[in-house]
């Protein structure tokens, strides 16, 4: 017999190990459901983030330990909405609760979905169920942060959430610190997007920025459904603000607001502009000349600094490159492989159930995949006292010839 190679708790058994062992027949077979919005905006980044999944499975014969592995694709998002919807969340989790054979889901890619789905697969009757987010970055996911928080996602009082990716305590926290430091800023506007992410980014860099010396000249939410935003640039002209941070998702008509914002103020060598990671990995925005010069920060590593990563890491990469003949869209698609091998390593260490397969990241040490194993290139170690990744990793992005290009990684002051 041909011996899989170890990740960690994972076994990883190649195509030559399958055949020398058994087609996978003779295995159980369980499902992963992956739950990202195919439609709008993302839905690049959510068809580039299944294919990385379904190539990570394909490269270890879609097999671990005794289990044959299927994907099961969900779309929480609807053509009328154009990216993620409630109802369509709420609709998914019973679904995923309702197929037996499901054991986990990959997703979701917005916090505000997860915090839909997350209490619904708490409580299936088999469970609790598990979920591994690549994208998720709200805190009260996982820690106190508003009221009621994270308790109020775990009704059975056992966590079944967990996340590869750092959280916007830290990444807005990141940002205020960069543009103080390294920009030198002193007054900065903060608009939101009125969702759930939005507002827990600007409300970590409101906080930071206190504390920093910047002074929050305005802080407001944008309406998506607006046709234009000058009136709000407008307002922040008057107030004097040298800087501007965006906190929300692109989806959410992030284009007409960078159009509007460089209409009214000029670009982003005029006035310091920057967002979250809620901004990564969309092609329509990379290809805007509005969005020239724009900062970015993303909670993990960039894909340019997995690639500098070399070994495993870049290798993945490369492999997507000559699979699906072009590049992972952003950087969050290669962290949704990253979640993928965080549920095979609970799947390979438990009796194939969801209670098993939860309590395996639940309990002990936890679930680690070690850096050179890691699709990221980095440990992804999960605590397992609250389903977050022990990483803080933050990389300062700026927008530069229609890419995403590295400035630097940021260590918290």
């Known amino acids: 017999m041909i011996k899989p190679i170890k990740i960690g708790a994972l076994a990883i058994a190649g195509a030559i190990a399958l055949a020398a062992c058994g087609s996978s027949s003779s295995s159980k077979a369980l499902v992963i459901g992956t739950d990202f919005p195919l439609q709008g905006s993302s839905a690049d980044a959510s068809a580039s983030t299944n ?4 190539l990570y499975l394909e490269q270890i014969g879609n097999k671990v330990g005794n289990f044959s592995i299927e994907i099961k694709e969900y779309d929480n998002s609807t053509a009328a909405k154009g990216g993620w919807d409630d109802a369509q969340c709420a609709k998914n989790a019973q679904d995923h609760v309702a197929n037996t054979a499901e054991v986990a889901v990959v997703g979701t890619y917005n916090s505000g979905c997860a915090k ?54 830290y990444q807005g926290a990141a940002a205020a610190q960069y543009l103080k430091k390294e920009k030198g800023v002193t007054k900065c506007a903060v608009l939101n997007d009125n969702q759930t992410y939005g507002q827990g980014v600007a409300q970590a860099f409101v906080k930071e920025a206190a504390a920093q010396g910047i002074e929050v000249v305005l802080n407001e939410a944008w309406d998506a459904k607006q046709s234009n935003y000058t009136s ?17 998702i692109f989806d959410n008509n992030g284009g007409q607001l960078v159009k509007d914002k460089t209409a009214v103020l000029g670009d982003n060598a005029k006035i310091v502009t920057m967002a979250p990671d809620g901004f990564t990995g969309y092609p329509d925005l990379q290809k805007m000349p509005e969005a020239e010069g724009l900062l970015l920060s993303f909670t993990g590593l960039s894909q340019d600094g997995i ?26 698609s290669i962290y949704g ?47 397992p006292a609250s389903g977050d990744v022990k990483s803080r990793t933050i990389t300062i992005q700026i927008m530069k010839g229609g890419a995403e290009t590295d400035v630097m990684p940021w260590e918290l002051g």
């Open 51 to 54: 294919n990385a999944i379904k």
């Open 116 to 169: 839909i789905i997350v209490p619904v697969l708490n409580q299936a009757p088999d469970g609790p169920m598990l979920m591994v987010s690549h994208a998720n970055t709200n805190p009260g996911l996982t820690k106190t942060w508003n009221p009621g928080e994270p308790d109020k996602y775990y009704p059975t009082g056992k966590r079944n959430y967990a996340r590869v990716v750092t959280t916007d305590d």
């Open 232 to 248: 709000l640039f407008t307002k922040v002209k008057s107030a004097g603000a040298d800087c501007v941070y965006i906190a929300g």
């Open 307 to 332: 690639l500098a990563a070399g070994g495993t890491a870049a290798k993945f990469v490369e492999d997507y490159k000559a699979k699906y003949n072009a590049a992972p869209v952003g950087s969050f």
């Open 337 to 383: 492989a990253a979640a993928l091998q965080v549920i095979l390593a609970a799947i390979e260490a438990s009796d194939g159930t969801r209670k098993g397969i939860t309590d395996a990241v639940f309990s002990g040490a936890g679930v680690t995949i070690p850096a050179d194993k890691s699709v990221t290139g980095a440990e992804i170690a999960i605590d």
